[in-house]
């Protein structure tokens, strides 16, 4: 007779306890189910989707942990429980439309007796799950939602806006002159009243764009964090154990060198530079209160003579030193840093990862997948798109569980 480790000793014990605190948690709950009942002939609701934001939970107490009666897949359903409850059959499915609760019609039990009972019992799963989730984490063995998308979206989004408020700020607009009495004119030699109508026009545009400017720079280093990330995984190299932790602990531009390493690179040397820059000089100052690490945002009274900044004639690199902090040409080297990086990030070796990117492949960082990656960028752009095009359809019949 084989004999039996130590951890599934371990594990048994572990089994043994929860299960009997869910059955007590669970009281009235049983795994009996009516032969022959057809679930589609059972009353159903939804509960709001916050109750049970983790429905798979549900399906791992009962038939997991309990040893439910289950099944799945089905027409629009990826699982079903079996059990009852009082007497009365009772169902659990996750459903397209979402997370349902399957009773008899004209049941007796109260309906939120069955979803306290059911929430109270998933807490206990998390705390059973919890260590395992943060083993698995530091194994690498887990996925990432792909949202670069989203993230992209968002930075074009206001770059579009910037170009847009900046232009119009280049054109102020023409305002009609004014008739019948004449008008005190300015030096211009146009009526000082729409010489400030133009000059008003002009700094509310500028202002604009200012604004935008500040939301684009934060949206592209999101952006560029998010990347990065999805990109090492992409990229197929193998991570040692406890190296995806270390990996997003990792700031910025230590990631942007760990993905693309620079080696005598110069070009790209230049760009994660400015790029640096741009972040020390107009994103942080934004995105951290108006602090700047070279203290430009600090002022000390010098007697006899007044405030003088702290960093004294670098506070001309100051985003302060303007009356409108971001202006057009501002905003032009910003576009022209991140049309650099993204070109970096996307081009040469990084072609196949970044595919893998655009195409919202969700990613996973265990051993496996992390060699899949790697086989298919080393077969070419065919092997690539066959991965996605697979990968794609496996996500869409899952999404809308067309089983």
Known sequence: MPKTSENDQNTDEALTKIRKRLRKTLAGFSSDFPAGLDPWDMESSRPPAELFPVPELVLFAFRNILGWRWSGVGEKVRWTVYGSVLGEPVGFELRKFGFTILRAKDPK????????????????????????????????????????????????????????????????????????????????????????????????????????????IESFFSALEHRLILLRAFSGLPLESGGLEVFLKKSWDEKLKAVFPLDNNHRAGVTLGKLRRIKERLRNPFSHGGVENDGGSLFFHLPGIGVIPANFSNFADSPRFSFIPIKVDNFEECCSVFDAVHDMLSTGALEFPHRFVDAGVDPSFDAKTLSEYAGAIAMGADAVEQWIERWGHDWTTHANMDY
């Open 109 to 216: 039990v109260p309906y939120d007796r069955i979803v306290g009972q059911v929430g109270a019992a998933m807490r206990q799963i998390e705390d059973l799950l919890a260590p395992f989730a943060i083993e698995q984490a530091r194994l690498g063995r887990v996925l990432i939602a792909n949202r670069f998308g989203e993230f992209e979206s968002r930075y074009r989004y206001f770059r579009g806006k910037a170009k847009k408020a900046f232009a119009k700020a280049d054109k102020p607009a023409q305002f009609a002159k004014p008739k019948g009495k004449k008008k005190k004119k300015s030096e211009t030699g146009l009526p000082v009243g729409m010489v400030a109508a133009v000059l008003n026009d002009l700094h509310a545009a500028q202002t604009e764009g200012y604004y935008l400017t500040t939301a684009m």
